[in-house]
């Protein structure tokens, strides 16, 4: 493979600064800037509206949000043709599919009396091991959970009913989706998988309220970022439980483990949205998250932006996980102790039968042995060495150190025994 150095399952991407580019990806960039594409919350609710042939948002303050969103997009000069493409669909898959809820709610609103019994939530720094975790409780059919085909297309229309040659065309559309990704991108799928059973994060029911952290992993978004971080997101996670309640509605009333990191940085909005759920916090060397946040950044930047230069993941990423480190540890006392179950990394590697027997035993759910070895056995199947790893290099990639990292953080080692990995 072109620019990389391959070590049986092992990968090491030697052309991070200076990519060459294979190519699909030319035939992709070239193809994507034939199109243009108009970034407004009118056009996109428009095209929205055309294509599920309804009209009603529910409550409409989020169009000042898809606005920003829209804003944001263009500000950021060094996007790629395939991110303008990438960027559209996404906006217009939610707005669709926003419909979809609202639709679906007024012609049951009995759907908004579903509770949501007790979840499980699971949080922690991206890029350490949640969604491992959040995979590993799914494997126990007890919990219902939220796969990738579904997150992308929560509420079925008439195509997607089953046929004889298709049982699932959602399932389909996603499998298309993640073939087309790991066509440009094939190295992605070692660092964070997207096929079609893939355990989604919960982000996706957020995103139909066009807020989260979500826009900031596709694109440099300081606007946007501010505008989060200074707003209430409580409308944002009532809409969350809304998308749960349409999910039970539709598929059954399992209780739910759903996790996303940037809960981390919303506990007490959290607390209050999902009172009787327990809360799994993971905790990890910052270090090594980062490390790999700022490899995937760099990585995709070939086929995402304009130009690959380590300096703009660096400027931005360290500083946004100071910011999700710092909310969790001044809010963190907002969560009941006998709701919640800290995880730390090292602790996990030693003996993960404890931390999941402290998992079920605070949720209530009975652990039995039959139940442990099917645990046991998609932790071995699943474990994110077996398919293949690609290694990161600070130094080489970013002119960084572990230790230059590290010196930010002082405030969580302070909080949380979290033992240092990375040297």
Not at 60 to 69: A, K, N, P
Not at 141 to 170: H, K, Q
Not at 298 to 308: D, F, Q
């Amino acid at each position: 493979m072109t620019g990389h150095k391959r070590k049986g399952r092992v990968f090491e991407i030697l052309d991070m600064r200076n990519p060459v580019l294979s190519e699909a990806q030319k035939t992709a960039l070239d193809a994507a800037a034939r199109a243009s594409f108009d970034f407004s919350a009118k056009a996109i609710m428009q095209a929205a509206q055309d294509q599920t042939g309804l009209s009603d948002f529910g409550k409409m303050d989020f169009v000042e949000r898809l606005d920003l969103w829209c804003q944001c997009v263009k500000d950021d000069k060094f996007l790629s043709p395939v991110s303008h493409a990438a960027l559209w669909s996404m906006f217009l898959r939610y707005a669709c599919d926003r419909l979809r809820v609202e639709d679906i709610c007024n012609r049951h609103p009995e759907i908004l009396d579903i509770e949501i019994d007790r979840p499980i939530i699971v949080a922690g720094p991206p890029r350490s091991g949640t969604t491992h975790l959040l995979g590993l409780l799914s494997a126990d059919n007890r919990w219902r959970s939220l796969p990738w085909w579904e997150a992308t297309a929560p509420v079925p229309t008439e195509a997607d009913a089953p046929t004889a040659d298709n049982p699932n065309p959602r399932w389909s559309r996603a499998q298309t989706g993640w073939e087309q990704q790991d066509a440009l991108m094939p190295l992605f799928k070692y660092m964070h998988e997207f096929s079609p059973d893939h355990i989604s994060e919960d982000i996706e029911l957020q995103a139909l309220d066009f807020s989260s952290y979500l826009i900031e992993w596709m694109a440099l978004v300081p606007k946007w970022r501010d505008y989060y971080l200074s707003h209430d997101q409580s409308g944002t996670y009532a809409y969350l439980k809304k998308g749960l309640q349409v999910l039970t509605f539709l598929n059954g009333p399992n209780r739910w483990v759903i996790k996303c990191p940037q809960h981390m940085e919303q506990l007490p909005v959290l607390r209050k949205t999902f009172p009787d759920a327990t809360y799994v916090i993971t905790h990890r060397d910052p270090v090594g998250s980062i490390r790999s946040t700022l490899s995937m950044w760099l990585y995709a930047s070939r086929i995402l932006r304009t130009k690959s230069d380590p300096e703009e993941p660096k400027k931005y990423w360290i500083d946004r996980y100071k910011t999700l480190l710092q909310r969790c540890v001044q809010d963190h006392g907002c969560l009941p102790a006998a709701q919640t179950v800290d995880v730390f990394f090292h602790q996990w590697i030693k003996d993960p039968d404890l931390i999941l027997k402290e998992i079920y035993s605070k949720a209530s759910m009975p652990l039995d042995a039959k139940v442990l070895t099917k645990l046991h056995k998609y932790h071995s199947d699943n474990d994110p060495g077996v398919k293949g790893r690609v290694i990161f290099d600070l130094e080489r990639d970013f002119d960084i150190s572990a230790e230059d990292i590290r010196q930010h953080f002082k405030f969580y080692f302070d909080r949380f025994p979290v033992e240092q990995e990375i040297k």
